[in-house]
């Protein structure tokens, strides 16, 4: 059995649609893979889970558009309300691969 380290985390997602603010919080575990290498694991309410950055959509609306802030970084300023038609136009082009 290898040794491993487990810390906590706590990550800031930001839907750019609706502007929910939301906070996560994890669990990480670090542990050697025995060949040289390391093995990070991430647990949320005490069952594993994919990596804080996959499978992200807002709670309140069910949109993809989130933003992250990981943990330690300052959050930013929120988008202004008369740019929301802006963002979505641009989303929609880069979804549909023309931006």
């Known amino acids: 059995m290898h040794e491993s380290m487990i810390s906590n985390e706590t990550w800031t997602y930001e839907c750019l649609v609706c502007l929910l603010e939301w906070h996560e919080d994890f669990e990480v575990g670090h542990c050697a893979d025995g060949h040289g290498g390391e093995v990070v694991y991430y647990s ?23 933003k992250i802030l990981p ?3 300052p959050r930013s300023q929120a988008v202004p309300p008369h740019r929301h038609a802006e963002l979505e136009m641009i989303f929609k082009l880069r979804r549909l691969h023309a931006y």
Not at 53 to 59: A, G, I, V
């Open 71 to 73: 943990p330690g970084r």
């Open 44 to 66: 949320r309410n005490g069952h594993r889970c994919t990596s804080p950055w996959t499978e992200l959509y807002c709670p309140s609306c069910g949109a993809y558009d989130v």
